[in-house]
C-alpha cells in the first residue's frame, strides 16, 4: 500500500493555503493595471502572483502572500499600452522596467504614483503597513483588513485640484492624471540636499519637520489616513499596525 492510501480522503481535499490572502480589488470606472514588488535586497519572500496583471472595472483578484512579506509595494499604472511601448514608458502614470510584469529587482514603479505598502511580522510581532504619498498621487486606494485593524487610505481624487506646481502627466484632453510630490518636483533644485525631500542635511524626522514640506497640507488635508511626505510618522496618520499574530487578510481597493 502505498502511503497515500494510508491519509484519510478529507485531508486529500483540505485547502494547502500557507501566508495570507491578500485581494486587490479596481473600483475606478476604467481598466488599471495594479503591479506588485518586493524589496528582493530586505528579504527573498514574494507573494504567490505575477507582479502585474490587468485589471478591468469591478474585477478583484486574490492570491497568496507569506507570513513575513517584507518590504514589500503594490500601486496601479494607468494608461498602458504595452504592445508600442517599452519598459517604464507603456504606462501613463505608475509604469515599470519590465512590460506588463514588472522586473523583480528594478520594477519599482516611476512617480508619480499612489503606493500601498506592507511589511508583516516585523518589530514587536506587527504587521506595518501604509498609502504612501511620498511618491506622488495617481490612483486612490484603501488598505482594509478582516480582523478590525485600523484602515489606511487616500480616497480623495487629488489630480484635479493639484497644485499648478505639483502636476503632470496629463491625458490627452489635457486633464491632470498624476500629482507630483514637492519631492519628485523638484521645487527646490536640489534633490539631493532637500527639506521637501527630507535628503542631505535635512536626513533625519528633526531636520525634516512636515513644516518644511511644500504642499503638505494638500496632501494631508485630502487623504490624513496616508503618508505624506517621508517622516510623516509624527501625525500618528500614517502609519499602521496590526497584531501579527491575527493573520490578517489584506484587500486593497482602487478608487474605493
Not at 246 to 255: G, I, Q, S, V
Amino acid at each position: 500500500m502505498s502511503n497515500l492510501g494510508m491519509i484519510p480522503l478529507f485531508l486529500l481535499f483540505l485547502p494547502a493555503v500557507f501566508g495570507r490572502q491578500f485581494t486587490v480589488r479596481n473600483s475606478c470606472k476604467d481598466t488599471i493595471w495594479p503591479a506588485i514588488f518586493t524589496d528582493l535586497n530586505v528579504a527573498p519572500n514574494v507573494p504567490d502572483h505575477p507582479t502585474g496583471w490587468e485589471a478591468k472595472p469591478g474585477t478583484s483578484v486574490t492570491f497568496t502572500v507569506p507570513d513575513n512579506w517584507k518590504a514589500g509595494r503594490i500601486w496601479g499604472r494607468s494608461t498602458c499600452n504595452f504592445a508600442e511601448k517599452p519598459g517604464p514608458n507603456s504606462c501613463l502614470t505608475g509604469g515599470c522596467n519590465g512590460g506588463l510584469d514588472c522586473d523583480p529587482r528594478t520594477g519599482t514603479g516611476v512617480p508619480p504614483a499612489t503606493v500601498a505598502e506592507w511589511t508583516l511580522e516585523a518589530d514587536g510581532n506587527r504587521d506595518f503597513y501604509d498609502v504612501s504619498l511620498v511618491d506622488g498621487f495617481n490612483l486612490p486606494m484603501r488598505i482594509t483588513n478582516n480582523k478590525g485593524c485600523p484602515v489606511a487610505d487616500c480616497p480623495n481624487n487629488l489630480n484635479p485640484n493639484c497644485p499648478s506646481p505639483l502636476v503632470g502627466p496629463r491625458d490627452s484632453s489635457g486633464n491632470p492624471v498624476g500629482c507630483k510630490s514637492a519631492c519628485f518636483a523638484n521645487l527646490d533644485g536640489n534633490q539631493g540636499n532637500s527639506p521637501n525631500c527630507c535628503s542631505g542635511s535635512h536626513n533625519t524626522p528633526q531636520t525634516c519637520p512636515a513644516s518644511g514640506v511644500q504642499y503638505y497640507s494638500y496632501f494631508k488635508n485630502n487623504c490624513r489616513n496616508a503618508y505624506a511626505y517621508a517622516y510623516d510618522e509624527s501625525s500618528e496618520t500614517a502609519l499602521w499596525t496590526c497584531d501579527a499574530s491575527l493573520k490578517a487578510d489584506y484587500t486593497l481597493t482602487f478608487c474605493p
